[in-house]
């Protein structure tokens, strides 16, 4: 699997093909049995620590320390990362902003609805500037209003020569934000390319269907 610098690049597949286990191999939270990783040419085994700073990782279930407000969070995602105070001040004043959580920055994590939880974890994953996000069904249990200032922040992102690599279920929304697409089913990669050279002549989801099986 080869993800090209500065795309959008979803990842499909049934449950239980592998989406998760890839995802979590590349972010370095499970060791592969074999194979390599490289992030931006650095081999993941070899230079652990290099690779994770390049990146800014989402899991899919999603854990965190509620107890904490907001700020608290990201000053101690942005310290952990190695920044000094400062600069994650600053950036958390920034993030806040773009994803509209600048009035529930005091409150605690806990408090927060499902769509906000998700924000606040993408923002901490975003704030040392990374050059790829490894995010696992960012969009899952997400209201549409937040959904929408998510993808908004992604696409800038993108544009300004990030790549994201996001796992999810919803067919229409990889159709119409990613440029490329794998389809995985059973651990192993059926389809990828552009989403135009996967889909062919019908949708995403007819080819999705008809890869893993159901047609």
């Known amino acids: 699997l080869e993800i090209p610098a500065g795309t959008f690049y979803g990842l499909v597949g049934p449950n239980g093909a592998g ?5 979590s191999m590349i972010a370095g939270l499970l060791r592969a049995d074999a194979g390599t990783i490289e992030v931006g040419g650095i081999d993941l085994r070899r230079d652990p620590r290099g690779a ?5 990782v989402l899991p899919d279930r999603l854990r965190t320390f509620d107890r904490l407000t907001g700020r608290q969070l990201l000053h101690y995602y942005g310290v952990l990362r190695g920044l000094r105070p400062a600069v994650v001040a600053e950036r958390t004043a920034d993030l806040a902003r773009a994803f509209d959580l600048t009035a529930a920055l005091a409150r605690p994590v806990s408090d927060y609805s499902a769509g906000m939880t998700k924000k606040i974890m993408l923002a901490g994953a975003m704030i040392h500037s ?3 996000l490894v995010l696992d069904e960012p969009f899952e249990a997400v209201d549409p209003v937040s959904s929408g ?5 992604l696409g800038t992102y993108v544009e300004h020569g990030g790549t994201v690599i996001l ?10 934000v990613c440029s490329r697409v ?3 089913v059973s ?4 389809a990828e390319g552009t989403v135009d050279e996967v889909r062919g002549e019908g949708t995403l989801e007819e080819r999705f269907r008809e890869l893993s099986g159901g047609l």
């Not at 994770?52 to 800014?56: D, E, L, N, V």
């Not at 796992?167 to 119409?176: A, K, Q, Y």
């Not at 651990?187 to 059926?190: A, D, E, F, M, R």
Request: glycine share 8%; aromatic share 0%.
């Open 130 to 132: 990374p050059r790829l």
């Open 52 to 56: 994770k700073a390049r990146m800014g």
């Open 187 to 190: 651990g192993q990669v059926l």
């Open 19 to 23: 989406k998760t286990t890839t995802l």
């Open 149 to 153: 200032v998510i993808l908004d922040i």
């Open 167 to 176: 796992s999810s279920h919803g067919m229409e929304l990889v159709e119409r």
């Open 182 to 184: 794998a389809v995985i």
